[in-house]
DNA sequence: CTGAAAGCGCTTACAG
DNA sequence: CTGAAAGCGCTTACAG
């Protein structure tokens, strides 16, 4: 099936009694001034030979990867698939594929090192340790978070979408808040926690607390838990992440509390998963794909040590399901 | 913060007061008679100079790319999160980084023109067209799928874990079933509707019935909706897919129809979000992981051109949960 | 309009 | 024990 070898430029070059540099210059569309004839007789060779550029020995030559790389902590988490979709399509654009990864199975260093061997343009750091950005000799832009002497990283508005669920409960007449957060090492969580706080703040009467999470279903789960146990006033919850959100709904159910007849539940960022939980989740949907798409731009047209503290303008939504509803 | 030029082995020739090809043996750990004076000369200096190798020059070189690619259809459905993983896992041990993509924003002959390019050792195939696997030169395997004309597959045991599925209803004493299929293009649906049908067909008196499905929520919900109404002797329910039976209890809860008290349902594979639906879904867990770094393995150890039709030697396992219990 | 040359950064026989 | 040379497949000035 497939031919046993590579057709290269010189191949193609040979078939055609033309030098390759002219091969080259034809098949990139780079030459105007050739004779047609001899253009189409190389476009004939290259075709029936099934030649295919080596981008390798392009990247080398011209010591552009054409590739740009997006670090992730783990597939499985939905969030991640949409910063992607956003990056691999941005990329395109740039005529560059993007090759995401978790680096599983690799030291973080090795990883790191792979990665920066010359195999990308630019990397998007969306997760894993930040201490091995400083030796990266390729541009490289934190994605979703920022870190303590990392000068360059793309937010979301985080403060803004925790204060939209907080709007959305105090509108509807809840008083008695809670705030599930997520790691301490987790600083979207804790830009989250801020935004809630400023936004329940602004009511006079409105009382807040504040619980762990872990951003985890079972974290949440804990969280709702002690709830009902520590603080019966408490009427509206606004958890950091989605699966924060889905445990404090299993937590809700196991103590017998309805939603949303009895309490309400809104959590930052969206995916198909709050559509399947019952009662359906509200969620604050983030602008996760114009994450990603900006990330490539930026990585692109920024000179490669300057520094960048951006937060994505894009639009936040609230999705209203079944999760909120009035006080009482 | 990061050095504006790239330290190549001539820079730490040229410090070390050496050849370029005696730092690169050296540093590759190809040399042993070396002495260890000079050795240490060369080890410091490309420390002191941060060098790091240039994958790209070294692919050229030796005409190994040092990468896979993985070709999926997207990024959010959790089935490619576990492939991932274990292809992830296995390339590393080959000291191998995966590229995983869904090619978004590239047609389709373009995307596969970039992958062919000396970018990637091999491709493993989850998703996206077939017709242009013929022209590939890189070595391919299509994952999880066979095509007609595709002579390198590999997929899982389809037929046996629908088969789990329908003799876990058969046990509980369950005799009209039913199969919520998946569209007419996908192979694995075909599989599993057959060892559906073979494991009911060994019992005497057990009805089967075959639902047209398209592997999403919407789907299994339309089935489920149409059984109530068609064939109320039903009570147990096998999805060809998560979505589908996701949507199918969706489809009875809205019918009034309780779940596991008066119908069953089992879906073919495992994810997370089988634990947040209610109730909690009976499912297969399929060997996703096993699949991904088979995957690999084969990639890296089967002549390019030679056939090959696999199916992963690995346990399946039915993971009961709420939404199955005896008949009635 | 086309060709010859140089070189991207590495590795690998081959000398010495 | 170490160096010099060739070459992977391309691109890009530079000649003619």
Redesign the interface.
Known sequence: ???PQ?VTLADVARAAGVDVSLVSRVLRGHDVKVLDETKERIHQQAREL?Y?????????RSAK???FGLVIP???N?V???I??GA??????RGS??????????SRSA?Y???????VDGLLVAGGSAVEL????V?YLLVNRSVPGV?RHLVLDDERAAGEAAGHLLALGHRHLAFVGGPADADTAQRRWAGFRAAVGEHRGATVRQLAGDYT?AGGRAAATALVRDAPDVTGIVAANLPSG?GAL?GLRDAGVRVPDQASVVAVHD???A????PRLTTVRMPLQELGARGIELLTTLP??ESIAEVVDAPIELVVRDSTGPVR
């Open positions: 099936m497939s031919p590579r099934g295919r550029p080596n981008a390798i020995a392009r990247s080398l990867a054409g590739a783990n597939f499985s939905p991640y698939a949409q992607i979709a691999e399509t941005a990329a395109a654009r594929v993007m090759m995401t990864s978790s680096g599983e199975g690799w990883w090192e792979a990665l920066d061997g010359g195999r400083a030796s990266l000799r541009p000068a279903a889905i299993e995916a198909e998963i559509e399947y939980v019952v490669p040590t």
